[in-house]
């Protein structure tokens, strides 16, 4: 499966989810697919992870490529920590936080 399909076909999957309303583009997921290739990227922070559409895409992606890749992320919204458990399909791949501050170095 190419990145874009990839990119393409989890927006759909997202787009008819409860929260969808501020999830990343279609575009959007498929540039951060193409930045973490290029970049060899290995460590995500993503601040406000929402309903899971950019990290559920990015670990798909990391799994597919055999490209391991840290995923740390910040959310405190009830609603959005209960979407990502059953949205972001290696949810217990991201390292959680609350608050940016709590994250160590």
């Known amino acids: 499966m190419k990145d874009s399909n990839l990119a393409e076909k989890n927006y759909k999957r997202f787009c008819g989810l409860e929260g969808s309303e501020y999830i990343a583009s279609e575009f959007a997921l498929e540039t951060i697919l193409k930045i973490i290739k290029i970049f060899k990227v290995h460590t995500i922070l993503e601040l406000g992870l929402g309903i899971g559409s ?6 798909k992606y990391s799994k597919k490529a055999n490209h391991t890749i840290g995923y740390v992320g910040t959310e405190k919204n009830d609603f ?15 390292e959680l936080y609350a608050e940016l501050n709590q994250i160590k170095n």
Not at 54 to 59: E, K, R, Y
């Open 54 to 59: 950019i990290s559920d895409t990015v670990l």
């Open 80 to 94: 959005c920590l209960n979407a990502l458990k059953s949205n972001v399909l290696d949810f217990d791949k991201i």
